[in-house]
């Protein structure tokens, strides 16, 4: 069974990542969520994937570093010094795939779309699932006499991700609690399995890869020399 595509994509060097790493990271078992090209750090080059299911461990992003590598070594598409985060897509993650739309039905979502909608651009509001390429989405804090439902067709969109909330926060775990089941792994069940936004620790961000030139035969991945 082919790989679902990914609709919502990348520009500029970031898509040129994209394309150069996406097919080891699927050859190794996972799917590309978004790569992105940020000033953090100096530069960060943040990769970010998950399996399937949607789950992702420390150990998977340890995998996929692995792999994609000798990639970025031979074909160098960053011009400058840059550190490597590689990541899950975390709880208010990156809509990129329709499954993505259909996966997280219910929950609240920000997007940005790349061709606008009757002039309008960005949207706030809860997908309800997806028709022929569009997704569905209940708009919030609609003024009165305007409409509160809009069809986006994803291909247009810019930029979707989930809106951090309590109830995202509750079946993100509950679903990665059912994912863990899966591999087999014993879980400790709580008498009261509602989880408190309280009671989850905030999130750790991936020990980024330092910058470092390649050897004296050319110019490196991480650093260029002059």
Known sequence: MAEEARIIKEQGIAARVAVLIE??????GYRLVRV??????????QIMAERPDGSMTVEDCEAISRVIS?????????ERAYNLEISSPGIDRPLVRVSDFERWAGHEAKIEMAIAVEGRKRYRGI???V???????????VKEGLPDRASLTIADMGEA???????LIRESLRRGKEALRATGEDIEEDEDDDTDVEDVPAPV????RPAKPKPLRGPGRFAKRK
Do not use: C, F, R, W
């Open 161 to 167: 991700h989930l809106v951090l909330t309590d109830a």
């Open 205 to 208: 961000p991936p020990k980024p």
């Open 70 to 78: 000798p990639v970025l070594d031979v074909e160098d598409p960053v």
């Open 131 to 141: 028709e022929d390429g569009k997704a569905l989405i209940k708009l919030l804090d």
């Open 23 to 28: 097919p080891a990271i699927e050859n190794a």
């Open 36 to 45: 992105k090209l940020s000033s953090q750090n100096g530069t960060t080059l």
């Open 127 to 129: 997908v309800t699932g």
